[in-house]
Nanobody, 126 residues
Framework: QVQLVESGGGLVQAGGSLRLSCAAS????????MGWFRQAPGKERAFVAR????????VYADSVKGRFTISRDNAKNTVYLQMNSLIPEDTAVYYC???????????????????WGQGTQVTVSS
């Protein structure tokens, strides 16, 4: 089992940047692919980005491609989401998640992840 704790959220003006962090407990962090999701008020939780166990492969939602970067440091048991050129539509609670499966038919659905953090609020003002 792994526990996840997000940090780094806050209020930022449009065009600004934020870096989210997600710290994982346990000694098996490198055995999990990691993802970021977000949930805006009144909307379903939506996929943002995913990174493979080694960090060599990343996947992004079209809405954030070119603006957000996911990365991980397995020595620090931490995954990051660098968010640049933020827009008001990026306002949401951001969640990190861990996927312990060896294979997933889909990596962009909520059901593809086994463990979740509590979320961190990101608010982008216009």
């Amino acid at each position: 089992q792994v526990q996840l704790v997000e940090s780094g959220g806050g209020l930022v003006q449009a065009g600004g940047s934020l870096r989210l962090s997600c710290a994982a407990s346990g000694r098996t962090f490198s055995s999990y692919a990691m993802g970021w999701f977000r949930q805006a008020p009144g909307k379903e939780r939506a996929f943002v980005a995913r990174i493979s166990r080694s960090g060599g492969t990343t996947v992004y939602a079209d809405s954030v491609k070119g603006r957000f970067t996911i990365s991980r440091d397995n020595a620090k048991n931490t995954v990051y989401l660098q968010m640049n050129s933020l827009i008001p539509e990026d306002t949401a609670v951001y969640y990190c998640a861990a996927d312990g499966a060896q294979y997933r038919e889909s990596v962009t659905t909520v059901r593809s992840y086994d463990y979740w953090g509590q979320g961190t609020q990101v608010t982008v003002s216009s």
